[in-house]
């Protein structure tokens, strides 16, 4: 087919060419854009987090009274927490994980203030605290009995003599070395020897870049105000809340429970902010690409309104109706093209600039070409038809229109 005739028709009609152009190529910038950012929050929503989210309950209780004990308290709770049937294990602890609420430290290789400290979210329970949150130890033991003692909040404790720590640390601190069995510093430069590897577990901050940093100290954290964490056997959770509720209400007069929740609810309102930015891109997704669809469409039909007489004076000289077709088809793959080209450049622009100043991950590249082959097929869609209603028009009344 010759495409000078499509070339010179554009050129009349160039206003509307460039429009529609410019259109393709801030649609595909955007759409491409917006959905690789979906696709990193839907990842992050679903990652793997080593914890058993499904299956964990945290009841939050606060203790009363002068002679409230809360030693006494915390344990008559976690023993009679796993006394009820369905209960696979309990323990107290400091924070909860995935949660948002948490604290921080720093560990060093070395007893050297120079070196570099690698940070990493820090909790404190017993030896239970694995199996209450489902959490796999891949080398090395857990705590033994003796090192696990209640801390009081007036207490300083000395740094334990024996720490657990996620793989991720692990090679954060010694890389390629073999971290079980090796000492590390706190901030204070007291020494502690890693005696267990977790293969994997998440801290409390979602959006940190050291999620899977994390050191676990031996302790029972005996406050006023403590977390139970719960873990119960699959299927039985939202059956077994109202269960320990009632036990652990019923159990001591000095200690209220002041929420059951589970691990799921709280960790899925940690990631509220990514769910949200997820559906509103969505949104913005859809409409940009139905917009861009009825550009197309209105292009195409103002020219086939504009050229009814060219139309008919083909159909005089023989074209058949898939001509005509083709030709309107050809002519608009020619604008989706330019556009794709510039959209591409544009895809490219935007996205360094998010790498820059958000500190995105960089766009993988095969995004592009697919958002050029689904632009290309939404604008032959969106043409069809116009070139269809070109192709219906009989000769004689084409050739007398005006």
């Known amino acids: 087919?010759?495409?000078?005739?499509?070339?010179?028709?554009?050129?009349?009609?160039?206003?509307?060419?460039?429009?529609?152009?410019?259109?393709?190529?801030?649609?595909?910038?955007?759409?491409?854009?917006?959905?690789?950012?979906?696709?990193?929050?839907?990842?992050?929503?679903?990652?793997?987090?080593?914890?058993?989210?499904?299956n964990v309950i945290v009841a939050y209780v606060r203790g009363f009274g002068e002679n409230f004990d809360v030693v006494d308290s915390i344990t008559n709770d976690i023993d009679l927490i796993k006394s009820i049937p369905g209960v696979r294990a309990a323990t107290v602890s400091n924070h909860v994980p995935l949660t948002g609420s948490g604290s921080g430290t720093g560990l060093r290789t070395e007893p050297d203030e120079?070196?570099?400290?690698?940070?990493?979210?820090?909790?404190?329970?017993?030896?239970?605290?694995?199996?209450?949150?489902?959490?796999?130890?891949?080398?090395?033991?857990?705590f033994y009995p003796e090192e696990v003692n209640y801390i009081l909040p007036a207490s300083n404790p000395p740094a334990p003599a024996s720490i657990l720590v996620t793989r991720q640390l692990a090679n954060d601190l010694f890389g390629e070395e073999d971290a079980l069995g090796k000492t590390v510093y706190w901030g204070s430069m007291e020494p502690s020897t890693i005696v267990g590897i977790i293969d994997r577990m998440h801290g409390s901050w979602v959006g940190w870049d050291k999620l899977e940093n994390v050191v676990i100290q031996p302790g029972k954290p005996a406050y006023t105000s403590d977390k139970y964490i719960i873990r119960v056997e699959p299927g039985m959770r939202d059956e077994l809340i109202?269960?320990?509720?009632?036990?652990?209400?019923?159990?001591?007069?000095?200690?209220?429970?002041?929420?059951?929740?589970?691990?799921e609810e709280m960790?899925?309102?940690?990631?509220?902010?990514?769910?949200?930015?997820?559906?509103?891109?969505s949104i913005v997704i859809s409409l940009l690409i139905g917009l861009t669809a009825l550009v197309i469409v209105g292009l195409a039909s103002f020219h086939v309104t504009q050229r009814t007489k060219q139309i008919?004076?083909?159909?005089?000289?023989?074209?058949?109706?898939?001509?005509?077709?083709r030709y309107f088809m050809l002519e608009n793959w020619m604008i989706t093209t330019a556009g794709a080209v510039l959209g591409a450049v544009l895809t490219v622009a935007v996205a360094y600039w998010l790498e820059v100043s958000f500190e995105l991950q960089r766009l993988d590249w095969r995004y592009l070409p697919v958002g050029i082959v689904v632009l290309w097929v939404l604008s032959s869609l969106a043409v069809l038809e116009p070139s269809r209603r070109a192709a219906c028009v009989p000769p004689a009344v084409a050739t007398r229109s005006v």
């Open 242 to 263: 109202p269960v320990i509720e009632k036990e652990l209400g019923e159990s001591n007069r000095q200690r209220v429970v002041l929420a059951m929740r589970t691990l």
């Open 1 to 54: 087919m010759d495409f000078g005739p499509m070339v010179s028709a554009l050129m009349r009609n160039k206003t509307g060419a460039i429009l529609v152009a410019v259109q393709i190529a801030v649609t595909l910038a955007i759409v491409i854009n917006s959905l690789y950012i979906i696709v990193l929050r839907v990842e992050k929503i679903n990652r793997e987090t080593g914890i058993d989210v499904d």
């Open 267 to 281: 960790a899925a309102r940690s990631y509220r902010s990514d769910r949200g930015m997820a559906i509103i891109l």
């Open 114 to 142: 120079t070196i570099e400290s690698v940070p990493t979210a820090r909790y404190r329970w017993s030896a239970e605290g694995l199996d209450a949150l489902g959490i796999e130890l891949s080398r090395g033991r857990n």
């Open 312 to 325: 008919g004076t083909r159909r005089a000289l023989g074209a058949r109706r898939i001509d005509i077709i």
